[in-house]
């Protein structure tokens, strides 16, 4: 199964920008529908944005279309959330996810995790 580490977290003031990025193990990652989720303290986790394997559909959660872009790069086994725009309810710890079966099974119940990485936007 393919291993996933994301990185790119950091504390950026509202209205500032970060890429996260998810390294993925394998020679199988061109394979896979990835997407990212996120999960604030106290919250549940919730979904944010996914990609298809050939990177052509992409879907948003409502509460960051027209801020955030989901895109990949096969060559270098990654996937990456450009994050523009950024609130402070932004803050939360963001999770990769990929699975082979697609797009439409990243958005609901994912197979394989990356172990997060922490993003804080302070006002």
């Known amino acids: 199964q393919v291993q996933l580490v994301e990185s790119g977290g950091g504390l950026v003031q509202a209205g500032g920008s970060l890429r996260l990025s998810c390294a993925a193990s394998?020679?199988?990652?061109?394979?896979?529908?990835m997407g990212w989720f996120r999960q604030a303290p106290g919250k549940e986790r919730e979904f944010v944005a996914a990609?298809?394997?050939?990177?052509?559909?992409?879907y948003y959660a409502d509460s960051v279309k027209g801020r955030f872009t989901i895109s990949r790069d096969n060559a270098k086994n990654t996937v990456y959330l450009q994050m523009n725009s950024l609130k402070p309810e932004d803050t939360a710890v963001y999770y990769c996810?990929?699975?082979?079966?697609?797009?439409?099974?990243?958005?609901?119940?994912?197979?394989?995790w990356g172990q997060g990485t922490q993003v804080t936007v302070s006002s």
């Open positions: 990609i298809s394997w050939s990177g052509i559909s992409t």
């Open positions: 394998g020679r199988t990652f061109s394979s896979y529908a």
């Open positions: 996810a990929g699975d082979i079966r697609g797009i439409l099974a990243v958005t609901g119940t994912p197979k394989n």
